[in-house]
């Protein structure tokens, strides 16, 4: 008589970070991978990636908070949150993503008595400014790290100033490079048509922030465009109206108006604007993680210039698969510009060729899930 065996029941993952879109923009690949062997929670708040997400597999619970907010008293509603809904979901390990989920998702996660581990994507505008609340999130992240089982960073610069400013046990860190590329996603368009204007075409594509560097692209534009006339400057992206940093609909209508750029709105699927671009710019004046729109670039085939600072240069060797130019300059910035557009279709195409090959070997999302694997079978509970 055959009887049949109750199915094991799946370990639970958690995913916690600051959009759905984020989740889904930076992460499918991975929880595709993680779906095959685990239930997979996502906990952040909803936006329309929130049913892609559902779509895919995933549980999803929305949670509000926002993640540039100094109101310490919506801070702490976000940790007795996440607490509240560690303690009903009883994931088996969480991972934290961004500021706020990796302080109080982490201090929640050991208040419940359960794993996590802090992914440091980057540390944006707040570590550029020394200020109280510089002082403030140091302080939060001495903390909140100690609970942590690991904390992950995307950049050897990111840790090294933990470490330096002892807000992380040097023995729980892992460098990952970056969050992966999957490169059978992002393949360049072989016999490439020729683009219907002949104009040299730069792109760039990023959120709509001042400190991506969104008004030293439009300024270095600006200086071109009094040089050249066929030339074209593409700009995709979304706004984040309530973000300190971020550039306005008024300010993209006015650079439209005058001829400079032209704003081809968000894009969910970046490939076909890649596909027609001559040029890759991302001028970003703060630290970066591992920027993601520089991968995707790279892994297309198109040569990038970009700034010389905190993960951009990670991803660009100069004169290898592209330039690389000082932070903040927009006239050194046209003038990297000017050059890409005199080298030959041929030298260019050679740039992107090395930028392909450099993220297939260093940043191509295998090795990523590699990482995962390891951490959760080394944080596996024991039997």
Known sequence: MIVNQPELKKRKIALVANS????????????????????????????????????????????????????????????????????????????????KPNIYGSLAASSCGIQSVAVITGLGYTFDRRNWLNRVVSFLYRKALKKAGEVWFLNEEDANLFTERKLVDARKIKILPGEGINTSYFFPQSNKPVARSKAFQFLMSTRLLKSKGVGIYVEAARILKNKYREVRFELIGFFEKNHP???????????????????????????????????????????????????????????????????????????????????????????????????????????????????????????????????????????
Not at 24 to 50: G, Q, S, T
Not at 344 to 353: F, H, K, P
């Open 20 to 99: 759905t879109w984020s989740v889904y923009n930076f992460r499918i690949d991975l929880i595709r991978h993680l779906l095959l062997h685990f239930d997979v929670l996502i906990i952040a708040p909803k936006d329309e990636f929130a049913s892609e997400l559902t779509k895919a597999g995933c549980f999803y619970l929305d949670i509000h908070f926002n993640n540039r907010s100094e109101n310490p008293l919506l801070d702490y509603a976000l940790y007795k949150a996440l607490k509240k809904i560690y303690q009903a979901e009883r994931p088996d390990i969480i991972f934290h993503y961004v500021i």
């Open 245 to 383: 940093d971020s550039i306005t609909e008024s300010e993209i209508r006015f650079w439209q108006k005058k001829g400079i750029i032209h704003y081809g709105g968000f894009a969910r699927d970046v490939r076909p604007f890649l596909r027609q671009a001559d040029c890759f710019v991302f001028p970003s004046f703060y630290h970066e993680g591992i920027p993601r729109c520089l991968l995707e670039a790279a892994a297309m085939e198109v040569p990038i210039i970009t700034s010389l600072n905190t993960g951009c240069k990670e991803v660009v060797q100069e004169g290898v698969n592209g330039f690389l130019c000082a932070p903040n300059n927009a006239v050194e910035l046209a003038a990297r510009m000017e050059e890409m557009m005199r080298l030959s279709t041929d030298q260019r195409a050679e740039l992107g060729r090395n930028g392909r090959e450099l993220v297939s070997g260093k940043f191509n999302i295998e090795k990523i899930l590699t990482e995962y694997d390891n951490t959760l079978e080394s944080l596996k509970p024991k039997a």
